[in-house]
């Protein structure tokens, strides 16, 4: 079975602080995506990355960056948190073949509260 | 891009009634569609996914969707509620057009099942 592992299930940081959300896979898969689930607006693409240290910016990357400099591990970086930044991250990853029909394996989430 | 349209944020039905969840799809071009479920405190796993391959496609748990390209909807059916079946269902597109390797979501449809 996959498994996507996110370092935190809650946290909370304080406005300007900087915060760093880690996710690892254990199934050697090329393929890594960012997304932040908001009520109401389901899940929107940060970044993704498709290989060790490529990145792409998906539909909302403002305020957010992203490290990948292992294949396994895909961390979400937060500058200076501000409290528009408080919501339920999930870190998905797939094999990455290119086939459209990959299904995406999730975490079980990070939800963070920014005070 | 593509997009997904789920109508009903919140659907409610009792145990053994019907399930029906609603999904349109924006494209020309029949797009990889896919139905994702989050049960609560999880992640997201993939229920089922349309592959071409047949319209009426057969998920997880008696779970169905039928692909209707006249309609371009995707919607969501299980003939007869559990109380398990609570939890939010997400429909999803595969972005083929921008080539991204991600998926577009939508907003989601939380589903209460009544005792």
């Known amino acids: 079975d996959v498994k996507v592992t996110q370092s935190s299930r809650y946290l909370v940081k304080r406005t300007g602080e900087k915060v760093f959300l880690e996710c690892v896979q254990d199934m050697d898969h090329e393929n890594m995506f960012w997304y932040r689930q908001d009520p109401g607006l389901g899940l929107r693409l940060i970044y993704f990355s498709y290989d060790v240290k490529m990145k792409e910016k998906g539909d909302i990357p403002e305020g957010y960056s992203v490290s990948r400099e292992k294949k396994e591990r895909f961390s979400l970086i937060l500058e200076s948190a501000s409290t528009n930044q408080t919501s339920m991250y999930l870190c998905a990853s797939s094999l990455g073949l290119g086939d459209p029909l990959e299904t995406q394996y999730f975490g079980p989430g990070t939800r963070l509260l920014v005070l | ?62 779970f169905e969707a039928e692909f209707k390209k006249s309609e371009t909807s995707f919607h969501l059916t299980k003939p007869s509620a559990h109380m398990s079946d609570a939890a939010e269902y997400f429909c999803a597109v595969s972005d083929l057009d921008t080539g991204r390797r991600a998926l577009t979501f939508g907003s989601g449809t939380r589903l209460q099942v009544q005792p």
């Open chain 2, 1 to 62: 891009a593509q997009s997904v349209t789920q109508l009903g944020s919140h659907v409610s039905v009792s145990e053994g009634a019907l399930v029906l969840l609603r999904c349109n799809y924006s494209s020309s071009v029949p797009p990889y569609l896919f139905w994702y479920v989050q049960y609560p405190n999880q992640g997201l796993q993939l229920l089922l996914k349309y592959t071409s391959a047949a319209t009426l496609v057969k998920g997880i748990n008696g």
